[in-house]
């Protein structure tokens, strides 16, 4: 055999790069397999024309597998559990699996420091990184969409104009969330977010107009708002615009409100003492008017504003609401209500002017005047006309059952310092709740629900 291989070489002899182990190209291999058929391809003997191909499909596998292999060297470490990197049975590095590189945010061209991209700023929905504060943008002249007006443009809320049928809509709410809260710089300020434009004259009348249908204390509160509006959301010739078309439409107001002619007269007269009506404003419809209720209403104002030059406070024309009055003052209005009772007897009036004073939490201390009244009285009158009223206002409901058995108690609470001055108070006292309790009772209803809940005058006294 050795013999044989001697001959072989002597025949064929070899340069020095065919001892070389480097790879050979496509071009020397042909030159090689050109020179002599039976020639050796990595190691590989070639007997035949046929395994030629075979031989140059293997060395082309084995050099990619040994580029991959080289290539993927620093990526296959594993960590274990103790951070440290774990390697196979012989102390080789097991191979990464494919998987790994599509989760890979790495850039696959093999460019960068391997960062991660945009510097974590990248992604869908994201403007840049954490922290970072973007400055204004300086405009670019020589930019082909460079206007030069853009630069001193300014940009504002434009709000449109309120429209007619969605103004009433939108005010009444308003103007009656005020008669509850009583807030005149609420509502300025959500008028002035609203673009009332040619329509704000028809605030005051819209305020007016739904203060006729409520309480005195609303009305109050109505005077107000439209003298804290003047100068800020309305202007005097709104107002003045705003109670022309008042006395316009007052036929059609008194329809819905009977008494709308004197309230209008009154409200004309209040604002000319505000001083956002002008004083001219009355002298301007004399001998101009047609309308019977337009000059009912001016005439009503013209004479109240002559009584206010003889001593009449204007200012307080609609009163104070019941929760805003001292109590002191209601009182003494109590005490007047009944004294006027005693002498006119109509029941009638005194229930209107009780419920004028919005003072239904506090009707326990009227029915404590009027016994107490009765106690000090000497004669049956008294006696017979505040039964009866107290009848009356029991059975309208006017006042209710807490606040009529609360009345009594207090009473009795205070018959020991009452008799210091009244020395026949427990007998009358005792007198009047037997009648009370009869009396009332004829009706199906009772104060207290029986007369055991009345301790006796002697046992609160002693």
Known sequence: MATDCEAWLNANPLDADDLSDSFLSGEEENGIITKNIKNEINGNWISAPNSIHEARLKAKAKRRLRKTSSRDSGRGDSFSENGDPSRGTNGTVPPTSPKSKLLDRKSRAGKGRGLPK??????????????????????????????????NCVYETVVPPLEEGAFEKTLTPIVQEYFEHGDTNEVAELLGELNLGSMSSGVPMLAVSLALEAKASHRELTSRLLTDLCGRVLSRSDVESSFDKLLRELPDLVLDTPGATQLVGQFIARAVKDQILSKSYLDGYKGRVDCVHARAALDRAAVL????????????????????????????????????????????????????????????????????????????????????????????????VDQMRRGYERVYMDIAEINIDVPRAYFILEQFVDKSFSLFNEKGGQIVGSKQHLPSPAAVCF
Not at 119 to 146: R, S
Request: overall charge negative; proline content about 4%.
């Open 118 to 151: 945009k510097g974590g700023a990248g992604g869908k929905g994201v403007w840049g990184p954490p922290g970072e504060v973007y400055d204004l943008e300086e405009v670019d002249v020589k930019d082909p969409n460079y206007d030069e007006a853009q630069e």
């Open 305 to 400: 504003l002559k009584m206010g030059m003889g001593g009449l406070r204007i200012d307080n024309l609609w009163g104070t609401g019941g929760g805003q009055r001292p109590v002191t003052q209601l009182v003494r209005e109590m005490t007047l209500l009944l004294k006027e009772y005693l002498l006119s007897g109509d029941n009638k009036e005194a229930e209107r002017c009780l419920r004028e004073l919005e003072v239904p939490h506090f009707h326990h201390e009227f029915v404590y005047e009027a016994i107490v009244m009765v106690l000090e009285s000497k004669g049956e009158k008294t006696f017979k006309m505040v039964l009866q009223l107290l009848k009356f206002l029991w059975v309208s409901s006017i006042i209710t």
